[in-house]
């Protein structure tokens, strides 16, 4: 009986499975198959003998991550890396959760559709441009944020090259360019409020912040936790990008952050394996990161992954 109900299971499932299996596909030829270049990662790869003719690395294929961990920088590396994504995660993490609360809260339709609009704009801003008119803002001498600061009799500040003000300049113009995408699925789940919960609400006395905190916070704590957790996961993944262009000389003590380094290494200096190494260290902390998490999220009885 039980192979009977599985093979008709089976059967009314067999239009999601050819709907998945287009998808599956591109996951594997794209995706995993790719994966076994990191092989490269414990050997010293050279273009010539290719990755399978190239030779194992001493210690056994451990050369290169015993190399990064032991170099000089290692320790700046893992700090700016690590004060990056926590400050990132703490703010990208609250910051689209108020602005949906407030986005839902507002009743005169078309301020709340000028409001969507402006915060969803910045998004589509590529990272180059955006890094561009930060560093046009920002100049010394003709930027507007100088311009202001000295008319109120303030001294021109060199904001780009200062290494007390890229972490906040990094995270708050992720905040000013995301933070309105990010808000989106927040503005679904809270679109799906029982009406009625509010009407009871209401009827009880409670006031517009009381039902904010005991009827809309709650409907999104679910998405939040499911979001907060794959942003741990991805917690040493600094955009690679952001923080390349707006890196430089006066402030690589807090730009030069695990991405940039590999990218140095690899691509200009084309050590390729070493390169890879350094990769491969990062993404095996966000892979552990990710399960910490999920088990800590499912012990507390939180939303989990599985």
Same mark, same amino acid.
């Given at each position: 009986?039980?192979?009977?109900?599985?093979?008709?299971?089976?059967?009314?499932?067999?239009?999601?499975?050819?709907?998945?299996?287009?998808?599956?596909?591109?996951?594997?030829?794209?995706?995993?198959?790719?994966?076994?270049?990191?092989?490269?990662?414990?050997?010293?790869?050279?273009?010539?003998?290719?990755?399978?003719?190239?030779?194992?690395?001493?210690?056994?294929?451990?050369?290169?991550?015993?190399?990064?961990?032991?170099?000089?920088?290692?320790?700046?590396?893992?700090?700016?890396?690590?004060?990056?994504?926590?400050?990132?995660?703490?703010?990208?993490?609250?910051?689209?959760?108020?602005?949906?609360?407030?986005?839902?809260?507002?009743?005169?339709?078309?301020?709340?559709?000028?409001?969507?609009? +402006? %915060?969803?704009?910045?998004?589509?801003? #590529?990272?180059?441009?955006? !890094? $561009?008119?930060?560093?046009?803002?920002? *100049?010394?001498?003709?930027?507007?944020?100088?311009?202001?600061?000295?008319?109120?009799?303030?001294?021109?500040?060199?904001?780009?090259?200062?290494?007390?003000?890229?972490?906040?300049?990094?995270?708050?113009?992720?905040?000013?360019?995301?933070?309105?995408?990010?808000?989106?699925?927040?503005?679904?789940?809270?679109?799906?409020?029982?009406?009625?919960?509010?009407?009871?609400?209401?009827?009880?006395?409670?006031?517009?912040?009381?039902?904010?905190?005991?009827?809309?916070?709650?409907?999104?704590?679910?998405?939040?936790?499911?979001?907060?957790?794959?942003?741990?996961?991805?917690?040493?993944?600094?955009?690679?990008?952001?923080?390349?262009?707006?890196?430089?000389?006066?402030?690589?003590?807090?730009?030069?952050?695990?991405?940039?380094?590999?990218?140095? +290494? %690899?691509?200009?200096?084309?050590?390729? #394996?070493?390169?890879?190494? !350094? $990769?491969?260290?990062?993404?095996?902390? *966000?892979?552990?990161?990710?399960?910490?998490?999920?088990?800590?999220?499912?012990?507390?009885?939180?939303?989990?992954?599985?």
């Amino acid at each position: 009986m039980k192979i009977k109900s599985k093979k008709a299971e089976i059967k009314r499932s067999l239009s999601l499975y050819a709907l998945m299996t287009p998808s599956l596909i591109l996951l594997i030829l794209f995706s995993y198959l790719p994966m076994y270049g990191i092989i490269i990662a414990f050997k010293d790869y050279n273009a010539v003998q290719g990755i399978w003719g190239s030779p194992w690395t001493k210690n056994f294929g451990f050369s290169h991550f015993i190399r990064f961990v032991t170099a000089y920088n290692f320790t700046s590396l893992i700090k700016n890396t690590l004060v990056l994504s926590l400050y990132s995660l703490v703010v990208n993490a609250i910051c689209p959760v108020v602005l949906a609360l407030f986005v839902n809260e507002i009743q005169n339709k078309a301020f709340k559709r000028t409001v969507q609009t +402006i %915060s969803y704009s910045p998004y589509f801003i #590529s990272c180059v441009v955006m !890094v $561009g008119m930060v560093v046009s803002f920002l *100049n010394v001498e003709r930027g507007i944020v100088n311009k202001v600061i000295m008319s109120f009799g303030g001294k021109g500040t060199m904001f780009m090259s200062d290494p007390d003000w890229f972490v906040h300049l990094y995270v708050w113009t992720g905040v000013w360019q995301g933070v309105g995408w990010a808000s989106i699925v927040y503005l679904g789940c809270l679109s799906n409020v029982d009406p009625c919960l509010h009407e009871a609400a209401v009827i009880d006395g409670a006031s517009r912040m009381k039902r904010l905190w005991h009827i809309n916070l709650p409907a999104i704590i679910p998405v939040f936790t499911i979001q907060l957790i794959l942003s741990v996961g991805n917690i040493m993944n600094v955009g690679f990008e952001k923080a390349y262009l707006m890196q430089t000389d006066a402030n690589l003590s807090a730009s030069e952050i695990i991405a940039t380094y590999a990218y140095k +290494i %690899s691509l200009l200096k084309k050590q390729y #394996s070493f390169g890879t190494a !350094v $990769g491969l260290f990062n993404a095996a902390i *966000n892979i552990i990161l990710l399960f910490i998490v999920n088990f800590v999220s499912k012990k507390v009885g939180q939303e989990s992954l599985w």
